[in-house]
């Protein structure tokens, strides 16, 4: 049996336990301690450092240059290695709306990396399906043309094509007719589904339709706030039925472009951290230096925005049909379609770490910040007997960060990350 042992570092749980030591077996927590330990084996000195739980991000769309929707394993694995270097240890990769041909390729090969990890990425938990049974009226950055109702026979192609691992399936509940599809996803979500998890997202659904659609199993929200109804002065709708219903996970991107800060803030003071998971719904430009993808961008002064052109980002990226959509970067943030009608936000382009250090800035503490981004998620996706937390038992997905939260080790499954880049 192999020990590492990491030393003398602060050690946030996530909630802050102090000045300790980490002992790790094999790819498990073995235990934790206080005061002068003489450890056998490898041992780490995290003297002067933060000792924390890897991150999960729950729903993003690339990474390191490349997109989820490619179907190239490869390209899959590239995106894993891309966040571990920021401190993720734990993915769910997004979907988004296309043929089902595509989709399906983009299932597989997710499938492919979730049986098989990548040594030097992040655990891809499963795929997330997030705007295939949107609402047209709430379709955001997904495109309209392969938009549907949620139906069983496109519904158990994804399945079939994921081999069993897509793990978080979003839909509109106003287009499910009496709930019949959320109804029995819940039913038979152990028995049948792998535990998946039930979301909704880029819908128009009222007040009274959302709360009977939480009742009906639904126990999460795509991205509050964006692509979903509500947040008007006299009527109702999803955002509100996800602030007031105990029983359901809000998701909040982070990138501050998304969601407000004060309407960030908002939703974590009513919701709480045990019901709020940070996400960065990022796109394949997170993890990317902006001087690497300029090089092949071109700068609109105009606009004030740069149009990413052929090998700003992967090759083989067919998120969206060419010529359809044209992709921006702005302020931070990636777009489509600047300075026409259509204009909208496409997604981030920032890493989780990087979203936390944000979160803390709004005034939260470090403790909170990080509960939001490792236990909560985790509770949410069903897989915290694992990860999601430093304690003896878990799985050794660690992080020794810097005061400012750059990453200096990343531990995957208690092996030491190679080639590292600080975040």
């Given at each position: 049996m192999e020990t590492l042992t990491i030393t003398n570092g602060d050690i946030y749980?996530?909630?802050?336990?102090?000045?300790?030591?980490?002992?790790?077996?094999?790819?498990?927590?073995?235990?934790?301690?206080?005061?002068?330990?003489?450890?056998?084996?490898?041992?780490?000195?995290?003297?002067?450092?933060?000792?924390?739980?890897?991150?999960?991000?729950?729903?993003?769309?690339?990474?390191?240059?490349?997109?989820?929707?490619?179907?190239?394993?490869?390209?899959?694995?590239?995106?894993?290695?891309?966040?571990?270097?920021?401190?993720?240890?734990?993915?769910?990769?997004?979907?988004?709306?296309?043929?089902?041909?595509?989709?399906?390729?983009?299932?597989?090969?997710?499938?492919?990396?979730?049986?098989?990890?990548?040594?030097?990425?992040?655990?891809?938990?499963?795929?997330?399906?997030?705007?295939?049974?949107?609402?047209?009226?709430?379709?955001?950055?997904?495109?309209?043309?392969?938009?549907?109702?949620?139906?069983?026979?496109?519904?158990?192609?994804?399945?079939?094509?994921?081999?069993?691992?897509?793990?978080?399936?979003?839909?509109?509940?106003?287009?499910?007719?009496?709930?019949?599809?959320?109804?029995?996803?819940?039913?038979?979500?152990?028995?049948?589904?792998?535990?998946?998890?039930?979301?909704?997202?880029?819908?128009?659904?009222?007040?009274?339709?959302?709360?009977?659609?939480?009742?009906?199993?639904?126990?999460?929200?795509?991205?509050?706030?964006?692509?979903?109804?509500?947040?008007?002065?006299?009527?109702?709708?999803?955002?509100?039925?996800?602030?007031?219903h105990p029983n359901i996970h809000a998701e909040l991107i982070i990138d501050e472009h998304h969601v407000h800060p004060f309407w960030g803030n908002n939703l974590i003071q009513q919701k709480g951290i045990q019901a709020v998971g940070l996400i960065t719904d990022c796109t394949e430009l997170a993890g990317v230096p902006a001087e690497d993808w300029q090089e092949s961008a071109t700068y609109i002064p105009q606009l004030d925005a740069y149009r990413l052109n052929e090998g700003a980002i992967s090759e083989n990226d067919t998120a969206f049909e060419a010529g359809s959509t044209e992709k921006y970067v702005r302020n931070g943030a990636m777009w489509l379609d600047v300075g026409k009608p259509t204009e909208r936000l496409a997604g981030a382009t920032i890493t989780l770490m990087d979203g936390i250090r944000n979160v803390i800035n709004w005034g939260n503490s470090l403790e909170d910040a990080l509960t939001m981004a490792t236990s909560t998620p985790a509770q949410n996706l069903g897989i915290a007997e694992s990860v999601g937390s430093i304690a003896a038992g878990k799985q050794a997905d660690i992080v020794i960060v810097a005061e400012n939260l750059s990453v200096q080790t990343v531990f995957l499954r208690g092996k030491i990350a190679k080639k590292l880049r600080n975040s």
């Open positions: 749980t996530p909630t802050h336990y102090g000045q300790g030591n980490i002992v790790i077996q094999d790819d498990t927590i073995s235990e934790i301690t206080t005061g002068t330990l003489q450890p056998s084996g490898k041992v780490i000195d995290a003297s002067g450092c933060l000792v924390i739980p890897g991150l999960i991000d729950g729903l993003v769309h690339g990474g390191g240059g490349y997109d989820t929707m490619t179907g190239e394993v490869e390209d899959i694995a590239a995106i894993a290695r891309a966040h571990a270097r920021s401190g993720v240890t734990s993915l769910v990769l997004g979907i988004s709306s296309g043929s089902m041909e595509q989709i399906n390729s983009a299932l597989t090969a997710i499938a492919h990396v979730v049986d098989e990890p990548v040594a030097d990425g992040s655990q891809i938990i499963g795929s997330y399906v997030e705007g295939k049974f949107g609402s047209l009226a709430k379709n955001g950055a997904q495109n309209a043309k392969y938009i549907t109702p949620p139906n069983f026979e496109e519904f158990h192609a994804m399945w079939a094509a994921s081999d069993g691992t897509l793990k978080v399936i979003s839909v509109a509940p106003e287009n499910d007719e009496n709930f019949q599809f959320i109804k029995h996803l819940a039913a038979y979500k152990t028995d049948a589904y792998n535990d998946i998890v039930i979301a909704m997202g880029h819908t128009n659904a009222t007040y009274q339709q959302a709360m009977a659609a939480i009742e009906a199993g639904v126990t999460r929200a795509t991205h509050t706030y964006n692509g979903m109804s509500g947040m008007h002065h006299r009527t109702l709708g999803a955002i509100e039925a996800v602030l007031s």
